[in-house]
């Protein structure tokens, strides 16, 4: 047992001493292997637990530093995000620009405005999927709070019912409001002015009208395209087209010179079933008058409707879309039509064939239209009646008693008829009443309206029907000057006529030349036509004598002489040395070679309905990031998410509006793509100006936790130097402690050697 070996003095104070120096030597030992003086509580109490505290906090701090890290990260992912919507906005800004340049309303550059619009759109959705994707640990600061303002299911709905629209919808929504969309407009068609002069002018034709009322079935909004072939002395074709619907006539050199004879004009008339008519004087002279092109070519006029579409929120504002604008200046469109107020855009998908269906408008009555469309001057006046349906009204006329002097019958039977009528209304009409003519309300009007009609005197004979002039009527007009000798009633009658041109009066004359017994006979109808008879003898008994025209449009018409029994001449013989005429009048049959018409139409109560915007999608802070800063959670920053979409919560920038075909579309675009760059860059900096505050914070958190691992280093940290000398010592001694116990055991050594 330890107690029970008596050690000497010495010896026991050398092993203490030895035993003392091994535990140092130990504890150094071990604060070198670990580096840390206090390596356990019992080491050093306080120095551990304060070590241990601060260690613990530097522990905490780092934990944060791979937190705010990722923060960074986030942020930087959606600052590139930004970067790149900004360079989108650009390539947005350069559509702007090249539509811009291309602002004619030729066909080509309106192609050309709706494909840069529609590649505009492309990149706003482009836009749009960049932002949704810049998600990063679950956290996206390109997508705002979520708040999302747009029509309500129910409002889209009441709109569409209305009749030629739909595809009701909202964009670019900023705040509530409540659009009221309504259609007014009765629809009459007429044409651009400047577009007509300038077809007149090209194709050499004259007195061009397009007019009519825009079918509630079938109607469109497509320009009328006029295209001529036929070159100097050839027919004339013309092919007119409005949208996929062509009408083509061909003019012959015959007609022409036919109609020249009677001293009238060709005309060109055609009706399309979306109720435009399309009417203008044809004229070959005129024609191949034009310089360069004599007239071929096409022309392109732009069709005018009137039919409004307008658009009215909750503070009065109203914004229309006008079919009797120009196109670029806010004219409706079939298609997609866009509204842009303030607090968002209504857009609305206009059917061109049904959206009069929906329009408002009073009773109304057309110009004339059709071949006679000059007849009847200025619109027919309804007299203030009722119009109960939508009917087509033609004129048609008879005549019997034609004045040769005014080259006019003297008066005709008018009658007014609608298309799906029975019978018509008559009314006589003389030189006298011709500017007020009025159609009481009968079987053949399809309403109860009176209708007072202003007629070109002058043109009814075209629409009138007429049996050629009897024997007799053209017996009537003979007539014999500066031929002394020549018995007026030498010619007794006219006999037969057969051939002579319809529609009009033709003046047949007669010059005598030559001797008595041998002279000549020419006859002429001055529109071509001739007959000559040699070697007659005037004195000789003829009872009758044929005259065939050839030549000209009477070739082959043919009219009969009786003659009296004494021949041409009476008792006092004739000198033919004297030039004279005898003439006579034939006034072919009247076949109503054109026709006028006028349309009306009845009252339309119209549609409308609202298109209601309001907060659907509340916000919310889930796509906020919140950076822990401390250990303790009382020092954060929080990154709100920035909206850079298109909406209107973000950048407000609206999908084209109305395909571009408007200046002012383009225009807005280019003030939102300017706003958009200031969003652009607000929320850039905003990201920044946190990111370089994180970022600051994360190079403090990453220095502090090394001041707290320093500190609790301090503390706990052994002297390396110093234990290593110690340890030097500590050996030096054990060693000097072992030999000192060496040195006792050798006395007591010696003692027992003496036994």
Avoid: H
């Avoid at 629209?165 to 705040?175: C, L, P, W, Y």
Wanted: no cysteine; aromatic share 6%; hydrophobic share 40%.
């Amino acid at each position: 047992m330890a107690g029970e070996v008596q050690l000497s003095s010495g010896i026991r104070s050398n092993l203490l001493l030895l035993q003392d120096t091994t535990t140092k030597l130990e504890r150094t030992q071990l604060r070198l292997a670990t580096g840390n003086k206090i390596n356990s509580a019992l080491d050093g109490p306080a120095g551990f637990f304060a070590a241990k505290g601060l260690n613990q906090r530097a522990g905490d701090l780092t934990g944060l530093k791979d937190g705010i890290g990722q923060a960074i990260s986030t942020i930087k992912g959606a600052d590139t995000g930004i970067s790149k919507i900004e360079a989108l906005v650009e390539q947005a800004r350069g559509l702007t620009t090249q539509a811009l340049g291309s602002l004619g309303t030729d066909a080509n550059s309106v192609k050309l405005r709706n494909s840069l619009a529609n590649s505009f759109n492309g990149v706003l959705r482009q836009i749009d999927s960049l932002a949704n994707d810049a998600t990063y640990a679950g956290k996206n600061l390109l997508v705002g709070s979520g708040l999302r303002l747009d029509a309500t299911a129910s409002s889209k709905t009441s709109v569409n019912a209305i009749a030629g629209i739909s595809g009701a919808r909202a964009t670019n929504v900023v705040s509530a409001d409540e659009y009221t969309i309504s259609v007014t407009g009765d629809g009459a068609i007429s044409g651009a002015t400047n577009d007509i002069a300038n077809a007149e002018q090209a194709r050499g034709i004259s007195n061009l009208v397009i007019n009519g009322f825009a079918s509630t079935t079938a109607s469109n909004f497509s320009s009328i395209s006029i295209k001529l072939t036929g070159g100097v002395g050839k027919d004339k074709t013309f092919t007119v087209s409005e949208g996929e619907s062509t009408i083509t006539q061909t003019f012959t050199v015959s007609q022409f010179e036919e109609a020249k004879a009677r001293g009238d004009v060709l005309r060109f008339a055609a009706s399309f079933n979306s109720g435009t008519n399309v009417s203008f004087d044809v004229d070959f002279d005129s024609i191949e008058d034009v310089p360069d092109t004599v007239g071929v070519g096409t022309s392109v006029i732009e069709k005018n409707v009137n039919l409004q579409i307008v658009a009215t929120n909750q503070n009065g504002e109203t914004l229309t879309r006008d079919g009797l604008n120009l196109l670029g200046q806010a004219k409706v469109a079939n298609g997609e039509n866009s509204f842009a107020f303030d607090s968002g855009s209504a857009r609305v998908t206009v059917d061109q064939r049904q959206i009069l269906q929906a329009s408002k408008y009073s009773d109304a009555v057309g110009t004339s239209y059709g071949t006679g469309a000059a007849l009847i001057v200025g619109t027919p006046d309804n007299n203030g009646g009722a119009i109960s349906a939508a009917e087509t009204y033609g004129l048609t006329a008879t005549a019997a008693s034609f004045n040769y002097t005014t080259n006019q019958f003297d008066n005709y039977s008018v009658a007014l008829k609608g298309a799906g009528a029975a019978s018509s209304v008559v009314v006589t009409v003389s030189a006298g009443n011709a500017g007020n003519v009025s159609f009481a309300p009968g079987v053949g009007l399809a309403s109860s309206a009176q209708f007072n009609l202003n007629l070109n005197f002058g043109d009814l004979k075209y629409i009138t029907t007429a049996a050629a002039a009897t024997i007799s009527e053209v017996n009537t007009t003979k007539t014999v000057t500066g031929l002394s000798g020549i018995d007026s009633n030498a010619v007794s009658a006219v006999s037969s006529v057969s051939g002579f041109l319809d529609n009009s009066v033709t003046k047949l004359t007669a010059t005598v030349s030559g001797t008595t017994s041998a002279a000549t006979i020419t006859f002429s109808d001055g529109l071509g036509g001739t007959f000559t008879k040699t070697n007659v003898n005037l004195t000789g008994a003829v009872t009758s004598f044929q005259v065939t025209l050839a030549g000209g449009v009477n070739d082959g018409a043919t009219i009969t002489f009786e003659t009296t029994s004494a021949g041409l001449t009476n008792s006092t013989g004739i000198d033919v040395a004297a030039t004279g005429t005898f003439e006579v009048k034939i006034r072919g049959a009247y076949n109503a070679p054109r026709e006028a018409k006028f349309d009306v139409r009845p009252a339309n109560t119209g549609q409308t309905a609202d298109l209601t915007t309001k907060q659907l999608v509340d916000a919310t802070d889930a796509n906020n990031l919140t950076v822990q800063l401390n250990e303790t959670n009382t020092s954060t920053v929080t990154v709100v998410s920035q909206n850079v979409r298109t909406d209107g919560q973000g950048l407000k920038l609206d999908f084209a509006q109305n395909g571009w075909n408007d200046r002012a579309d383009i225009d807005n675009a280019i003030k939102q793509l300017d706003a958009a760059k200031l969003t652009l860059r607000s929320a850039s900096s905003n990201l920044s100006t946190n990111l370089n505050v994180i970022q600051t914070r994360e190079s403090y958190t990453k220095e502090f936790s090394d001041v707290l691992t320093e500190g609790a280093n301090k503390l706990v940290q052994a002297d390396q130097n110093e234990e290593g000398a110690n340890i030097l010592t500590l050996q030096t001694k054990q060693q000097l402690g072992t030999i000192a116990l060496s040195l006792a055991n050798q006395a007591q050594q010696a003692i027992l050697r003496l036994f």
